[in-house]
């Protein structure tokens, strides 16, 4: 079963504008790390933000962590069409739950040149 | 470094058949994860290596089976094939460090059940 939701489901935009993505779950976690996929191919890492940690940056990318709302965001700013892509938000639980990630439902990103 | 390595990349086999999906995780990484991703159910995680040995598991059945060799590369068995497990299986490799971690996927493996 999955961790929590993702919205919106989808989202299309211009070139250059921004896109943030939400994502929300249940228990209390370890970390969350967001990840990007292409067309059915392997998961690409983005950031990893501790549940210690407000806001992380890298590159373009700026990700949120709420632990009292249970939730986080992702803002990928000055978008390109490359950017096209599903986005996953993924939890760790806790040290007994290993390395083991759970998804959410992911967030169908479209980039419009 | 070179990335996370999946084996085959796709792989067409019959209801009833089993199958062995192989992952070499990156070099020092000890900690192998296996999800199955489809359509209806998401990103679901099937098991964790560490060391050889398991650590985590998920909710599949019993026909769902994997082993760790000593050098980290990991199998991942499927008995009995159904329909059902039409998937893409991804494999995930980390440093370990019980979560704290980032993990690095490799492209999968494409499996259809006919």
């Known amino acids: 079963s999955q961790q929590g939701e993702e919205d919106p489901q989808a989202l299309s935009i211009q070139e250059g504008e921004n896109a943030t993505m939400n994502c929300s779950y249940k228990?209390?976690?370890?970390?969350l790390q967001w990840y990007r996929q292409n067309s059915g191919r392997g998961l690409v890492h983005l950031i990893l933000i501790r549940s210690n940690e407000r806001e992380k940056h890298s590159g373009r990318l700026r990700v949120t962590l709420d632990t009292s709302k249970k939730s986080s965001s992702l803002l990928i700013t000055a978008s390109r069409a490359a950017d096209t892509a599903s986005y996953f938000c993924a939890t760790v639980a806790g040290e007994t739950s290993g390395s083991r990630l759970t998804f959410g439902e992911g967030t169908q990103l479209t980039v419009n040149p | 470094k070179a990335g996370v390595t999946q084996t085959p990349r796709y792989l067409i086999k019959t209801r009833g058949q089993q199958v062995t999906l192989s992952c070499s995780p990156i070099?020092?990484?000890?900690?192998v994860s296996w999800y199955q991703q489809t359509p209806g159910q998401g990103l679901q995680f099937l098991f964790e290596?560490?060391?050889?040995?398991?650590?985590n598991k998920g909710n599949f059945p019993g026909r769902f089976s994997g082993r760790q060799f000593s050098n980290s590369r990991s199998e991942m068995n499927v008995s009995t094939l159904e329909l059902g497990d039409s998937a893409l299986y991804l494999c995930?490799?980390?440093?370990?460090?019980?979560?704290?971690?980032?993990?690095?996927f490799g492209p999968g493996t494409r499996l259809t059940v006919t």
């Open positions: 290596y560490f060391s050889e040995t398991q650590r």
């Open positions: 228990t209390s976690i370890n970390n």
């Open positions: 070099s020092g990484h000890r900690s």
């Open positions: 995930a490799s980390s440093l370990g460090g019980l979560g704290k971690y980032e993990q690095y």
